[in-house]
């Protein structure tokens, strides 16, 4: 099962992800979030790790309705190799950062929005869908529709993200076949800060006969 930790601030808690077998991690790049983070505070985080010999198969910046330019620059301090666009960026605007591992974020309200997929899947390596919740692009805590995610066909892997916590884990992967698993609030003390207890908790379901720390 791979597993992504978003909403990274601090380097106790991407090392401790990691050496729990943490698959990518994630840091937020909205200034409105809770969970901001700048590019060059990344790069010292990813550089620490490197230092440790830790290093995330996936490096995920999450970026909401910002700027082609603005992207490219965070890459490029960051170090970062991949993109989630979690606001209401367009196939157009997908196509205007080829070259770039793109994943495209639906927060689902209905299964009106499916049909907008295949307009993407030329352009974008995977999906992920999150909870919809009025103001908000991410990390609310609400749990998205199971059931509709799990329905989907598509050329392209799901991500399955939304309310995601240890005690749910294991029902959301028997529900939904999904690629990937997106937690962030699920496994905090409060935004931006992750709780040691609830990490060791969600990798040992994951992996229950595992040696990780």
């Not at 970026?63 to 960051?78: E, K």
């Not at 050329?155 to 294991?170: C, D, K, M, V």
């Not at 207890?197 to 994951?206: A, E, N």
């Amino acid at each position: 099962m791979r597993i992504k930790i978003c909403g990274i601030t601090r380097t106790e808690d991407a090392r401790l992800a990691l050496q729990l077998g943490a698959w990518a991690l994630g840091f937020i790049f909205h200034e409105k979030s809770p969970r901001y983070i700048t590019a060059a505070a990344v790069r010292r985080i990813l550089d620490d790790l490197a230092a440790e010999g830790l290093v995330p198969e996936r490096k995920v910046g999450v970026f909401v309705n910002a700027t082609t330019d603005h992207i490219h620059n965070t890459l490029a301090i960051s170090g970062l190799d991949t993109v989630q666009l979690h606001g209401d960026e367009t196939p157009a605007f997908c196509q205007s950062l080829s070259g770039t591992r793109l994943w495209k974020a639906f927060r689902l309200r209905s299964s009106d929005q499916l049909l907008e997929l295949p307009a993407f899947e030329p352009t974008i390596e995977a999906f992920l869908f999150d909870a919809a919740v009025a103001g908000q692009y991410g990390g609310t805590g609400h749990t998205t529709d199971w059931s509709l995610v799990a329905s989907i066909q598509s050329s392209r892997p799901l991500i399955l993200s939304g309310g995601l916590h240890p005690e749910n884990l294991q029902a959301a992967a028997a529900a939904v076949p999904a690629f990937a698993f997106d937690l962030s609030s699920g496994v905090e003390v409060s935004p931006g800060i992750k709780n040691a207890d609830k990490l060791r908790k969600l990798f040992q379901l994951r992996n229950p006969h595992g040696s990780k720390p």
